[in-house]
């Protein structure tokens, strides 16, 4: 009897916690929106010192190894929103999933975020990474 008084109430409660989560998520976020993108993986820092020249050289697959090495995370540099920091499932295990993309132009359906606060990079939870169709 206790169990069944146990699950009903979890089961009351869940609403309330997805909507907490929710509303904690807008506050820490300016705006979100779910997509898919085009565009270069890729570490901040490397692009800003090599440029968009050099985005697919192999100096800059170089130069995000090494950045890699120092825990600096992957980002995309997309055709329509400029660069994205990946976070969630792709970012773990210092970016597995994703360096074999590194200088390659992708194509990625995910959800965006654009943080709050001065100075911090739009976010991109990466749901599907692929090679672009278009290689351009």
Not at 88 to 99: I, L, Q, R, S
Not at 119 to 136: E, G, L, S
Request: with cysteine; glycine share 8%.
């Amino acid at each position: 009897m206790r169990g069944i008084i146990g699950l009903l109430l979890l089961g009351l409660m869940a609403p309330v916690l997805v909507a907490a989560q929710e509303k904690e998520f807008s506050k820490n976020y300016i705006e979100v929106k779910t997509s898919t993108w085009k565009g270069i993986v890729l570490e901040r820092s490397c692009f800003r010192k090599l440029g968009l020249d050099k985005a697919r050289a192999d100096d800059h697959a170089a130069c995000t190894q090494e950045c890699l090495k120092k825990g600096q995370p992957l980002g995309i540099l997309t055709d329509e929103d400029g660069f994205m920091t990946i976070v969630g499932e792709m970012a773990k295990d210092n970016f597995a999933k994703v360096t074999k993309y590194i200088g390659k132009r992708v194509e990625v359906t995910g959800t965006s975020a654009l943080p709050t606060g001065n100075y911090i990079p739009r976010q991109i939870d990466v749901t599907k990474i692929a090679p672009a169709a278009d290689n351009n």
